[in-house]
Structure formats: C-alpha cells, structure tokens
C-alpha cells in the first residue's frame, strides 16, 4: 500500500476549491449540530464516541482496500466538507488530500493528529499504532467540542473518558507483552507496526530495509543478505508483515522464514471490515505477538 502519487491532485484540487469557496457562505451560518468529518474511519470512532448525540461524524475513507496515500477525493467529498465544523487528519504526509479540503475555509477547525503527538513531516505517520495517540485525540476533541457547545461540556468530557477507558483492555495486552518479550529484535516488512513495536520494548533490527519498502524502493541487496542471515539464524523474535502489500521480496522472506520457524505477525495499515472497532483492530494483532511469546516461553 504505497505511496504518495500526487499526478493528478493538484488538477483536481483546483475544482475543489472553487466548490469549496462556493459554499463558504453556508459553513459561515451557525449550527446547533456539530459536524465532524475525519479522513480515516479509525479517527471518525473516537469522533463519534466522544461527540454522542450531539452531532454527526463522517469518515471519507471506509473501505479498507482504498489506499490513503493515494486517494483522490470526489467533488461530494468536498461538499460535505464545506459543512463540517471540524475536519480530524493524520498529517504527517500521509492524507494531504485532506487538509487541502479545508484550506480555502477558515471556519473548518482542523486537528492534525500528527502535530496533537508532536511529530513532524517526515516522521513515520503510523501513529494510530500508539495507542496514547487515540487517547489524545479523545481528549482534544472533548475540549473542541466544548468550544462549540459550552453547555455539553461535561458530557464531552466524560465521553472522552470512556473512550479512553475502553483501551484499557489494549493496555494490558501492551503490559503483559512487555513482561514476556524477548531479548531478540524484530524485523519487519515497513514500519506500519513500529509504534507499536516500540510500546512493547522490541528493536527493530531492519531499519534500512523497511525504509526501501515503504518508499517503494528496491532494498540494497545487503540489507536483504543480513535480513535472509538473520532469519536463517535465528536471530529475530519474530517477522511483522503488512498483508495488504503486495511485494515479491517480502514475500519471499516470509517463506524463508516459514521454512526457518520464525514466527509471522500479520499486520494491516487500514482497519480490515472483519474488525468492527479499533479495539478490536488492534488487540487481534497484539494478541498474535502474545501468543508468539507464551509458545516460545513454553519451548
């Protein structure tokens, strides 16, 4: 799922700054409902949950297939922008398309997620696999609520604490993999997963070769000898692979390392339909990592 494929955006974004600026009257009026649209489903959950009754949420990207590095916004899209009061994007690179939708609107509050973490352009953009980052966004959403809707502040607050509260389960997971992880460092595919690696105490012993990956380059034939010698070696905890990449030489590695026991972590960059929540999304992969661990621990 790669990567940034700007040919034809900057043709299409002038047509939607004329529909934007063409409805920039009506985003001036006042609303009692607040209107949220996120570029991704995952960040649209937490919108909802903290925003209850009170308003109404939309995600552009729902479809697990679509690449957010690639999309191209449709003129509806822009529209329904126009209304929105407040517009959640991962920044970072990552969906451009998205902040462009509200430049031209000065009345749309934008939350750059990856600015709300502190990161910056060229930082790897995954960062819903750090889970304090849905956190933060719960609560920053709770406080942009409460500017719109002053007497419902309280509620926003507690919803916000709810949210937070139902990742506890995700927590614990994170603890109990820290507890049983071992000594040896982990490879992966491209750094979809890093954050999360990094939560749970592993080092990733591959950062070249997942620097090629998800810059749609050829890694350097040595980076794919250490990465083949250690796999042959045994020197890896285990190999994390996105399974929406469609890549010859990762695929080619996971089955060495299938012919070599070293365990699989199968990994997705989008909430996959099959996981209702981001809860779930994330849990069922931790749990892979968990499950790696107690075998080896029994071994």
Not at 16 to 28: D, E, R, V, W
Not at 41 to 52: H, I, P, R, S, T
Not at 58 to 84: G, L, Q, R, W
Not at 233 to 249: C, E, G
Request: aromatic share 8%.
């Amino acid at each position: 799922m790669h990567k940034f494929k700007k040919i034809s955006f900057l043709i299409f974004l002038g047509s939607i700054i004329f529909i934007l600026t063409g409805c920039n009257s009506q985003s001036n009026n006042p609303k009692k409902s607040i209107n949220v649209t996120t570029s991704l489903n995952f960040y649209g959950e937490v919108a909802k949950d903290v925003l209850g009754n009170h308003g109404t949420v939309n995600s552009i990207i729902n479809n697990p297939n679509v690449d957010p590095h690639d999309f191209e916004p449709k003129s509806s899209d822009a529209k329904n922008v126009s209304k929105t009061n407040i517009m959640v994007y991962n920044g970072l690179g990552y969906d451009s398309w998205a902040e462009s939708l509200t430049s031209n609107n000065s009345n749309i509050k934008n939350i750059n997620v990856g600015a709300l973490m502190g990161k910056r352009d060229g930082d790897n953009p995954h960062i819903w696999y750090n889970t304090d980052t849905m956190k933060a966004l719960a609560y920053d959403l709770a406080k942009q609520f409460s500017k719109l809707q002053p007497e419902n502040k309280k509620a926003f607050e507690q919803n916000a604490q709810e949210y937070v509260n139902k990742l506890k389960p995700i927590d614990n997971t994170i603890k109990d993999i820290k507890k049983s992880k071992t000594n040896k460092p982990v490879a992966v595919s491209e750094p979809v997963f890093d954050y999360s690696l990094e939560k749970f105490g592993y080092k990733i012993a591959d950062k070249n070769f997942e620097s090629a990956i998800e810059k749609d380059n050829d890694p350097a034939p040595k980076d794919i000898r250490q990465l083949q010698n250690d796999i042959k070696d045994h020197k890896l905890a285990f190999f994390v692979v996105n399974k929406q990449v469609n890549s010859k030489i990762v695929t080619n590695l996971a089955e060495l390392a299938k012919q070599n026991n070293v365990p699989i972590v199968k990994v997705t960059e989008t909430k996959p339909d099959n996981d209702k929540t981001y809860l779930e999304w994330m849990n069922n992969q931790y749990r892979q990592v968990l499950n790696i661990q107690k075998n080896h621990s029994l071994k």
